[in-house]
T-cell receptor, first 109, second 116 residues
Framework: AQRVTQPEKLLSVFKGAPVELKCNYSYSGSPELFWYVQYSRQRLQLLLRHISRESIKGFTADLNKGETSFHLKKPFAQEEDSAMYYCAPPREGNNRLAFGKGNQVVVIP | NAGVTQTPKFQVLKTGQSMTLQCAQDMNHEYMSWYRQDPGMGLRLIHYSVGAGITDQGEVPNGYNVSRSTTEDFPLRLLSAAPSQTSVYFC???????????????FGNGTRLTVT
């Protein structure tokens, strides 16, 4: 099955420190990759998509096809970055969009 | 556009009861799906649909039924609720699954279900 892997479940960082959330994927075709964010008790919302190469709320993510990775980075964490982050999957051949376990980020003031 | 609308927001059921979680979207999205979110387990796909009249199983389909009679609606039915189904349920939709698309999922606000 084509999957994404987010190795760290919980990541605690101090305010102002860099944040990196790792995402590795296994996919044989051209991946469609996204990062979603879920703030406390809210719906998941799109943070970044790989195709647009944009920076949102200071976050960036670069697709590295050689390493099959799509890591999310921010140079200086803010308290409002505390949330759950999901690296969103490439579409499987049967159109299933199955997520991974996500990363809980806690930014310590 | 209202986006993806889920009802109810909260529900408490007793073991063995049945109920339907409603999901509607007004974006003319072909793809709709249901996920459950549990601590430490992330988002797990229950059922999904690539268009009206078409549904398929996800990772954890047991105990749940779905139907897709219209493009807009994708209800999730719990046939006989069990405590293991206590979870937060999210409905999501996106444009079609054509390979040329790179469209994200749009999520509802979630339904918090407790089964006692």
């Amino acid at each position: 099955a084509q999957r994404v892997t987010q190795p760290e479940k919980l990541l605690s960082v101090f305010k102002g420190a860099p944040v990196e959330l790792k995402c590795n994927y296994s996919y044989s075709g051209s991946p469609e990759l996204f990062w979603y964010v879920q703030y406390s008790r809210q719906r998941l919302q799109l943070l970044l998509r790989h195709i647009s190469r944009e920076s949102i709320k200071g976050f960036t993510a670069d697709l590295n096809k050689g390493e099959t990775s799509f890591h999310l980075k921010k140079p200086f964490a803010q308290e409002e970055d505390s949330a759950m982050y999901y690296c969103a999957p490439p579409r499987e051949g049967n159109n299933r969009l199955a997520f991974g376990k996500g990363n809980q980020v806690v930014v310590i003031p | 556009n209202a986006g993806v609308t889920q009802t109810p927001k909260f529900q408490v059921l007793k073991t063995g009861q049945s109920m339907t979680l409603q999901c509607a979207q007004d974006m003319n999205h072909e793809y709709m799906s249901w996920y459950r979110q549990d601590p430490g387990m992330g988002l797990r796909l229950i059922h999904y649909s690539v268009g009206a009249g078409i549904t398929d199983q996800g990772e954890v389909p047991n105990g749940y039924n779905v139907s897709r009679s219209t493009t807009e609606d994708f209800p999730l039915r719990l046939l006989s609720a069990a405590p293991s189904q206590t979870s937060v349920y999210f409905c999501a939709s996106r444009l079609g699954m054509d390979a040329t698309y790179n469209s994200p999922l749009h999520f509802g606000n979630g339904t918090r279900l407790t089964v006692t």
